[in-house]
């Protein structure tokens, strides 16, 4: 079974984004650390917490969480602090009933102690998160095959992969590998997924200069289709009929990731769009005639 949900930003507007997911027919919730504006300092804020907390109680949603995209596990100089905000991240999840935590893989690092870092957070977290799974994303700065080693390697039962599809396509474009193919190997990890939509236009800003990538509007992105847009499915060029073919037979969550609160004329359409995709991954593998 495919667990069809969607990403919400989880802030002063929680408990609209949930009313309307339940209402469109989600059955799982993704909160962005990002967008719930809880953690100072590498530290949760005690007083908004239990209230972002007895909001998301009020909405019955299988839960995951995207940890916040300053979380950077390959940072020894700030070292404390990056792992006093990834176990407040795990210690949001756990108290909000969330199932998986997702982490970005972001890219490898030249010097191989920034890697050994890497892999000691994860083990770390790994020891602490009990039976919430680490979801390891895959992002457009990377290709795949180091997120299916490093997943590889890490070998717990709590840590797998989270297949970002979108980030899959950009990245295929720009480092010039099969996306298809990428996805098929990755496949026996990927227990997590998010969908969305983009024209796999690389943005070179994303690898020279982030802190300037992320000043960049819809207004900047859209009318060239440039870099990860998170559009509804169906929106763009990401050839996701062929996807779901590759997913075929997973279970788990699908999570459309997209913008919702810039389209939400479109939400209805938007949810039968991923719905339809959740349908082509649940038919039966066809075989060959004998």
């Known amino acids: 079974m495919v667990r069809l949900g969607i990403s919400v930003r989880g802030g002063d507007r929680r408990d609209e984004e949930l009313a309307l997911a339940r209402r469109l027919g989600y059955a799982a919730a993704e ?3 990002d967008g719930t504006g809880l953690i100072f300092g590498g530290r949760l804020h005690t007083g908004m917490l239990r209230d972002a907390l007895s909001t998301f109680g009020h909405h019955d949603f299988w839960y995951s ?3 916040p995209s300053s979380l950077d596990l390959r940072d ?17 999840t756990r108290d909000l009933g969330g199932r998986v935590l997702v982490i970005h893989f972001e890219r490898q690092s030249p010097d191989p102690r920034d890697e050994t870092a890497f892999t000691e957070a994860i083990l770390r977290l790994s020891d602490e998160a009990g039976d919430v ?7 457009e700065v990377e290709r795949i095959e180091p997120v299916i080693e490093c997943v590889s ?20 474009a720009y480092f010039g590998f099969d996306f ?7 496949r026996p990890l990927v227990r997590h997924v998010h969908v969305n939509d983009n024209f796999g236009r690389y943005d070179p800003l994303r690898l020279e200069n982030f802190t300037l990538y992320r000043t960049q509007t819809p207004a900047d ?3 060239l289709g440039k870099g990860d847009l998170h559009l509804p499915v169906g929106w763009a060029s990401i050839p996701l009929d062929r996807v779901c073919a590759a997913l075929r037979g997973y279970e788990g969550t699908l999570v459309h990731e997209y913008r919702a609160h810039l389209f939400l ?17 649940e038919q039966p593998a066809r075989h060959a005639e004998p």
Do not use: C, K
Request: proline share 4%.
């Open 265 to 281: 004329p479109y939400a209805e359409a938007a949810y039968a769009a991923a719905r339809r995709l959740v349908e082509t991954i």
């Open 180 to 186: 298809l193919e990428a996805i098929e190997r990755a």
């Open 65 to 67: 969480v995207h940890s």
């Open 221 to 223: 992105t859209f009318p």
């Open 133 to 139: 799974l680490l979801g390891i994303e895959n992002i």
């Open 76 to 92: 020894r100089a700030n070292r404390d602090v990056q792992l006093g905000l990834a176990r407040s991240t795990l210690r949001f």
């Open 153 to 172: 390697r890490v070998n717990r039962p709590n840590v797998a992969m989270t297949l970002d599809v979108g980030h899959a396509y950009l990245a295929a």
């Open 31 to 33: 909160i962005s650390m």
